[in-house]
């Protein structure tokens, strides 16, 4: 359905045995250009928190880092305003160092290169404090769109988890945040962390040459967003309740810890800032079932610009005796489905690998390389490949010498996927 310039479009197999109670669809957004377009071009501001640890000091990270930066700058407009942090155990506004920032000038852009020519990796890692800061940056630009990219090498190690945790929870809603690890020595799950709650994208590189390219896409991709943020809002009938919200393209990404519970039955979910693009979304239901030819609202899904109601769907519930109807599978929930379990699988594979349990790890992985074929998901069956031996029988043994920068590669990605496009009726 489309309202104000944004589909909604749900797709799902309403039809529920007697005396099921689960409803499954994948709800499909998209915002046109033209309703992009139209909104009015918001004030923007970027920020760049470099890590700049002792660490960093190894190979051509911090050469990478300064030239990555300076490549981000390039491609700003005119006037969009910019600051950038330098991270170790503290956090410090090294550009501008009097107001939280300044516009993209050839002057100012000169005077940014000046001050990151003067820094020397030093000192720990403390990411919690450098998202204090942004958000004390955020903060004074109310109404802007704000996007920090954050980089690091290593661990969080110079502050404690809670420190992180609850800097991540102040900064929700204020900026939106990608981070990107260099090396091999950082924490994956650190990073997703942080991009998950900011809707943002954790990805990594293995030596700071590829950072500039990086950067650059990043930042492009920002300044394709006009829309500071879309919310999902999904009603459901008493005595109902929302199983989980999880996006599932264009990567896999639980938002059902992130909901805002407007009343028992209404429920709010952030999507993020939005350019000309479309996402797509699974929501399970549980609810009351119905006798037999009985139909029930499962859901009523409506997305909102601000105050302002841009497009709506419905989810629908109709029980049967009939069995070929309420057998019957969609294919893009299916298939969407056992793409989250494979972003799962490699995590927990991943994870039993590093504690030395290796039936479990064997195992998992062995899973996922099954379902990254089943899905045509042919990058991550590529990275699997780096961690496992896949023989010609379907036999799967996990690879005795692995590479660092693989396996963090392939925790990093796994949760991309693979777009199931709707069958065209």
Known sequence: ????????????????????????????????????AAEPPPERVEILIIDCSGSMATGRKFQGAREATLAALDVLPEGTRFAIIEGTAKARLIFPKDEPSLPATRQNVAAARRQLDKLRPSGGTAMGTWLGLARQLAKKHEGAMVHAILLTDGKNEHEEPETLEAEIKLSEGLFTCDCRGVGADYVVKEMQLISNALHGS???VEQGEELAADFTAMMQSSLAKAIPELR??????????VNYVKQVSPAVLDLTGLQVENSPQVRDFPLGSWGAEER?????VRLEPAPPGREKAAARVTVFAGDQEVGKGLVRAVWTEDTQLSARISERVAKYTDQAELAQVVQEGLDARKSGDVDTATAKLRRAVELATQAGNAETAKLLRNVVDVERDGTVRLRTKVEAFDEKALEARSVKTVRIPPKKS
Do not use: C, K
């Open 280 to 284: 797509e979304y699974h929501l399970q």
């Open 232 to 241: 999902l809002r999904v009603w459901t009938p008493a005595g109902a309740t």
């Open 1 to 36: 359905m489309e309202n104000q310039g944004i589909s909604v479009a749900v797709d799902q197999n309403e039809y529920l045995a007697e005396g099921a109670d689960t409803v499954d669809a994948i709800v499909t957004v998209e915002a046109g250009a033209d309703f992009v």
């Open 202 to 204: 954790t990805d990594v």
